[in-house]
């Protein structure tokens, strides 16, 4: 019985040296890879994009302020934007995989005049775009195009709607 009780007692204390030094945490460090490799890839995005990114945090703040600054969904209208949004945002349909040219197909139906109609006139506005979440490409899609067109103050917002939600923050639906 007592070498059981010692046993036992050499093993809890062998458990908790290794996890003090994250031995037995391997999970972790694999955890790392896949945040680097998403890091990596939304950094090369916005380098390769030429745009801005903003925080959950920020965007909350600028929308709290009542700034002049367009907001767009562009995520799938039916399967998403209708159900929830970020309040005043509009949609407009962006790909997942690089558009590198504008197709009608990929936009629901919607041309490249009719971005720039929803953009407006004002090269220098505010334009913060998202999707769903970091993975998600299509706000990366609608940045592109918006700085293509001319549009310098293009900001994507990687976290999109799962991060505007886990922050507790209000959503709408379409009426």
Known sequence: MKLVRNVLSIAAVCTLMFSLVGCLGSDK????????????????????????????????????????????????????????HIPGAKQFLFPIPDMNEWDVKETDGKTQEQFVELLGPDKNKEIIIYCGFVKCTRSHNGAVWAKK?????????PGGIFAWKGAKNPIESAK
């Open 29 to 84: 460090f694999e955890q790392e890879v896949v945040k680097e490799t998403g890091a990596i890839k939304l950094v090369r995005e916005v380098q390769r994009g030429n745009y801005d990114v903003i925080s959950t945090a920020e965007l909350k703040a600028l929308l709290d302020s009542k700034a002049d600054v367009l907001v767009i969904d562009t995520m799938p209208y039916e399967a998403s934007y209708k159900k929830e």
């Open 149 to 157: 067109l001319g549009y310098t103050n293009v900001k994507r917002y």
